[in-house]
């Protein structure tokens, strides 16, 4: 019903810069939150950054002041700028989308997850 597009992973020396995007498509009604995830090996998956529809945000704290989210309500697409990257920062990182769809009706919300996209920050 709803289909997530992520890209812009990929390898880059500690201190570097990558920007994420995340694309929904689909049959979809209306979109409330949408965020980040991420995912290091042998650790549980946690919240990196979080935008509402109207446009508030929440960061993880190790995140905070390095890292950027927004989001384009036209394009339904969100977005991570991730600066001054850190080998603890290495991770999976999921789009997620919190989603009304035109099957489900307009008042019910369901969580939408990408397929991950590999992060990479060496030392």
């Known amino acids: 019903q709803v289909q997530l597009v992520e890209s812009g992973g990929g390898s880059v020396q500690a201190g570097g810069s990558l920007r994420l995007s995340c694309a929904a498509s689909?049959?979809?009604?209306?979109?409330?939150?949408m965020g980040w995830y991420r995912q290091a090996p042998g650790k549980q998956r946690e919240l990196v950054a979080r935008v509402t529809k109207g446009g508030s945000t929440n960061y993880a704290d190790s995140v905070k002041g390095r890292f950027t989210i927004s989001r384009d309500n036209a394009k339904n697409t969100v977005y991570l700028v991730m600066s001054s990257l850190k080998p603890e920062d290495t991770a999976v990182y999921y789009c997620?989308?919190?989603?009304?769809?035109?099957?489900?009706?307009?008042?019910?919300?369901?969580?939408?997850w990408g397929q991950g996209t590999q992060v990479t920050v060496s030392s």
């Open positions: 689909g049959s979809i009604f209306s979109i409330n939150a």
């Open positions: 997620n989308v919190v989603a009304s769809t035109v099957v489900l009706g307009p008042f019910i919300f369901a969580d939408y």
